[in-house]
Nanobody, 120 residues
Framework: QVQLVESGGGLVQAGGSLRVSCAAS????VGWFRQAPGKSREYVAA????????AYADSVKGRFTISRDSAKNTVYLQMNSLKPEDTGVYYC?????????????????WGQGTQVTVSS
């Protein structure tokens, strides 16, 4: 059974930074998704199993950076220049995908989520 544990969420003012982490019990392609209250879950970023390929939603490009520490089986999402619209529960998802994908349906395993709140 694959386990994903997110951490690092919190409350930050607009313009600030946060880093969320996703610790996995194996090495997989990983995606970050978020869900704001009353909205559907949306794609944020993805990284390939090797870490060579990354991809971002247009809304976070240039502000967020996804990376991984393969020795620790941990994927990070560094979030800078945060905006109130970045508020939501952030979920990491893992799968046996080749490359990267923005589709939540391609990921087999999901974490419990971590809350990120950006105040204006």
């Amino acid at each position: 059974q694959v386990q994903l544990v997110e951490s690092g969420g919190g409350l930050v003012q607009a313009g600030g930074s946060l880093r969320v982490s996703c610790a996995a019990s194996g090495r997989y392609a990983v995606g970050w998704f978020r869900q704001a209250p009353g909205k559907s879950r949306e794609y944020v970023a993805a990284i390939s199993r090797s870490g060579i390929r990354t991809a971002y939603a247009d809304s976070v490009k240039g502000r967020f950076t996804i990376s991984r520490d393969s020795a620790k089986n941990t994927v990070y999402l560094q979030m800078n220049s945060l905006k109130p619209e970045d508020t939501g529960v952030y979920y990491c998802a893992a799968g046996t995908i080749l490359g990267v994908t923005s589709s939540q349906y391609d990921y087999e395993y999901w974490g419990q989520g971590t809350q990120v709140t950006v105040s204006s």
